[in-house]
């Protein structure tokens, strides 16, 4: 049974406003969320989930030096990213040389798009119960979502393709994407700018048209289960309501105090999509 953790149950006037901004999602009109681990479970039957990285790193169809590089990389870098002596402006160029490093390793690897498919149907990766409600509601209600990741794009359109269904007329991803030839072999990453997990704010989706697309859109639902992931509506100026809900995976008593001040609504521990499904079914009527 997941946990709900309201900020606003914490003082009367933060109770109200959660509680306004949960009667304004009446009239949602945007989603953007991050992937792995957000959309994606964290864990299945007590075996940890892979995320879009690691579905290729865990995979057997790929080779060995990719995976020892990979790890290699990982060795170095992630202490960096989790170290709290440095400042987030000093990180980003090891983020990006962590980022580029990798990518030139995947290159190396003659990836296909057949072999691509077979990884993500062999991995671990796995989306969150309910997700296939939540897209098909969306997509009924003609509401954009849009998914925004450090990780490899093709990896999330591929595993959302086979655990549930991908609607292209609302649902749209923004990550590192893969590029291919005619014959369907990787030659490389699509377009010049890496995402890396401390530029979701500034990559190019928010010098594109997205946001003004959805302009008239005022009520937005953002999901990540990291504080990076509240950087990912910047471009959203526009927003008068912004309903934040926060996935806390593990690490709940050391984390719960910061999620509690930074997300409207933390959900702790819990594997699907249900309190999310839950209040859409509620506030937006939807009898099935
Ligand atoms: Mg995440």
Redesign the pocket.
């Given at each position: 049974m997941p946990i709900i953790n309201y900020r606003s149950l914490q003082t009367l006037t933060g109770h109200c406003q959660s509680i306004w901004k949960i009667i304004r999602f009446a009239l949602l009109r945007t989603v953007v969320a991050?992937?792995?681990?957000?959309l994606?479970k964290y864990c299945e039957n007590g075996r940890i989930c892979s995320?879009t990285h690691s579905v290729l790193e865990e995979s057997k169809f790929m080779p060995d030096f990719y995976k020892e590089e990979a790890k290699k990389l990982k060795d170095t870098y992630m202490p960096i990213e989790f170290d709290p002596t440095k400042t987030v402006a000093e990180k980003i160029p090891k983020m990006i040389e962590w980022w580029t490093k990798g990518h030139k390793v995947l290159e190396a690897c003659q990836l296909t798009r057949d072999t691509l498919q077979h990884i993500v149907a062999d991995s671990h990766a796995r989306l969150r119960n309910g997700c296939q409600w939540f897209f098909d509601k969306l997509h009924q209600l003609e509401i954009p979502i849009l998914i925004f990741?450090a990780g490899i794009g093709d990896v999330i359109h591929e595993t959302i393709t086979q655990q549930s269904s991908f609607h292209s007329e609302n649902m749209k991803i923004v990550a590192n994407f893969l590029q291919f030839d005619e014959m369907g072999k990787m030659t490389g990453f699509a377009g010049d700018e890496i995402i890396h997990t401390f530029n979701k704010n500034e990559n190019a989706i928010h010098s594109s048209d997205y946001f003004f697309n959805i302009k008239h859109r005022e009520n937005l639902l953002l999901m990540?289960?990291?504080l990076g992931?509240l950087k990912m509506a910047e471009g959203a100026d526009h927003v008068e309501c912004f309903l934040k809900i926060g996935f806390l995976n593990f690490k709940v008593e050391e984390n719960l105090p910061q999620y509690s001040q930074s997300f409207d609504i933390v959900i702790l521990e819990d594997e699907s999509l249900d309190v999310v499904n839950g209040m859409m079914r509620a506030i937006l009527d939807l009898s099935s």
């Amino acid at each position: 049974m997941p946990i709900i953790n309201y900020r606003s149950l914490q003082t009367l006037t933060g109770h109200c406003q959660s509680i306004w901004k949960i009667i304004r999602f009446a009239l949602l009109r945007t989603v953007v969320a991050d992937f792995d681990r957000t959309l994606s479970k964290y864990c299945e039957n007590g075996r940890i989930c892979s995320t879009t990285h690691s579905v290729l790193e865990e995979s057997k169809f790929m080779p060995d030096f990719y995976k020892e590089e990979a790890k290699k990389l990982k060795d170095t870098y992630m202490p960096i990213e989790f170290d709290p002596t440095k400042t987030v402006a000093e990180k980003i160029p090891k983020m990006i040389e962590w980022w580029t490093k990798g990518h030139k390793v995947l290159e190396a690897c003659q990836l296909t798009r057949d072999t691509l498919q077979h990884i993500v149907a062999d991995s671990h990766a796995r989306l969150r119960n309910g997700c296939q409600w939540f897209f098909d509601k969306l997509h009924q209600l003609e509401i954009p979502i849009l998914i925004f990741s450090a990780g490899i794009g093709d990896v999330i359109h591929e595993t959302i393709t086979q655990q549930s269904s991908f609607h292209s007329e609302n649902m749209k991803i923004v990550a590192n994407f893969l590029q291919f030839d005619e014959m369907g072999k990787m030659t490389g990453f699509a377009g010049d700018e890496i995402i890396h997990t401390f530029n979701k704010n500034e990559n190019a989706i928010h010098s594109s048209d997205y946001f003004f697309n959805i302009k008239h859109r005022e009520n937005l639902l953002l999901m990540g289960d990291s504080l990076g992931d509240l950087k990912m509506a910047e471009g959203a100026d526009h927003v008068e309501c912004f309903l934040k809900i926060g996935f806390l995976n593990f690490k709940v008593e050391e984390n719960l105090p910061q999620y509690s001040q930074s997300f409207d609504i933390v959900i702790l521990e819990d594997e699907s999509l249900d309190v999310v499904n839950g209040m859409m079914r509620a506030i937006l009527d939807l009898s099935s």
